[in-house]
């Protein structure tokens, strides 16, 4: 499905996959800092071979290196941000066991393929016809890719508000939902952990002087998975739980990571403080609280429809129609929606985020692309 001329370069499928494979093959995930900035060493490497302006800024905190590509032209002024990351969900050594890069028909399969190394490669692809063409964009066009949003952004959230607020338009290379159709709205995400400190007995000699934390926490399970009200649009779930030591022992602590995702600020706001107002049951066992919403709501306004619209224009120019939803999976876009006009869910089409089978469709290769390079072109 290769775009074709006989006076211009072209929109390869095959190139772009071969490109995407390379960076699929360099695996990097989040907690792995050398093997994110390997990945940030190829994109790097990738971008300065059409002649882009690139800043590395060092990680911290354990995290890999972050990388601002700015567009061979263009000054300092407003522009388009690209925005996407570096880092996936899986650990290295899944290349070789679980999830081989491969192509199965339509289907190319590989760890972080959907999410989102085909949709970052996608916006390189982009910039790259530009600068084989010799052409200029009205705007700049930075591509800023981060190198721990898998984990929330915690280091690269002030870079991504900083570039945000000198971007008019802001694109997200993740992937595509539900058969092609882009992000124009997401929940806000919160993060919470729970420690429980009660008291230790033996179990069957002094069983009645223990306080055990793990019947806390089983009891605080139940209460924080009832917060959740689908037609409010809030969930709640208990993704990890730890507790005890031994079977014998009445256990004195117990541990839980809690997720919550809201549809907007107020809402949030009110179901973040019922968490942090749990109180325990047993009066001689103690909890503690803490963390809050780190991902605000992203809201479909004027301005994101208004860009939308636009998009959608130039889909139908290439031959398909495009579809916008809201989803309840984050992303660096929640930090962007309320400072500039911002578009996600810009990359591949696929399945599989974060799976053994994760996957992208080898026809949408091209026609997303051309979105990319239409948005480019036409934004200003």
Not at 111 to 132: E, V, W
């Amino acid at each position: 499905m290769n775009e074709t001329s006989t006076n211009r370069p072209v929109l390869d499928a095959d190139e772009i996959l071969a490109g995407i494979r390379e960076w699929v093959e360099i695996e990097s995930p989040t907690t792995d800092a050398a093997a994110v900035n390997r990945m940030a060493d190829k994109v790097q490497a990738d971008y300065a071979g059409i002649g882009a302006r690139l800043e590395r800024i060092a990680g911290r905190d354990g995290f890999g290196d972050h990388l601002l590509v700015t567009s061979p032209w263009g000054g300092d002024g407003p522009g388009i941000l690209v925005l996407s990351h570096l880092d996936t969900v899986h650990d290295i050594g899944t290349l070789g066991t679980k999830l081989p890069f491969r192509v199965e028909g339509d289907v190319a399969y590989g760890p972080g393929i959907y999410d989102m190394k085909g949709g970052a490669h996608l916006a390189f692809a982009a910039m790259r016809h530009l600068a084989r063409e010799g052409r200029e964009t009205v705007l700049p066009i930075r591509h800023l890719l981060v190198s721990e949003e898998e984990v929330g952004s915690p280091t690269s959230r002030a870079i991504i508000e900083r570039e945000a607020r000198r971007a008019k338009f802001v694109l997200v290379t993740e992937p595509a939902r539900e058969g092609g159709k882009i992000v124009t709205a997401r929940k806000g995400t919160a993060r919470f952990e729970l420690r429980i400190k009660g008291r230790p007995a033996h179990s069957g000699a002094r069983h009645e002087d223990g306080r055990s934390a793990v019947k806390e926490l089983a009891r605080q399970i139940l209460d924080l998975e009832a917060m959740t009200d689908y037609a409010l649009g809030v969930t709640v779930n208990v993704g990890v739980v730890s507790g005890g030591t031994r079977a014998n022992v009445v256990a004195e602590e117990a541990y839980a990571e809690i997720d919550m995702r809201v549809p907007n600020q107020a809402v949030g706001d009110a179901a973040v403080a019922k968490v942090l107002a749990l109180k325990p049951y047993d009066p001689d066992v103690t909890l503690a609280v803490t963390g809050g919403l780190n991902r605000p709501g992203y809201e479909k306004g004027a301005d994101i429809e208004a860009l939308f619209q636009h998009a959608k224009r130039i889909a139908a120019g290439i031959g398909f129609e495009l579809k916008d939803l809201k989803t309840g999976g984050g992303s660096d876009g929640n930090f962007t929606a309320a400072i500039a006009p911002t578009l996600d869910g810009l990359g591949v089409d696929g399945k599989g985020g974060h799976t053994d089978y994760e996957q992208l469709y080898v026809s949408s290769l091209v026609p997303r692309a051309r979105l990319m390079l239409g948005l480019f072109e036409e934004l200003s």
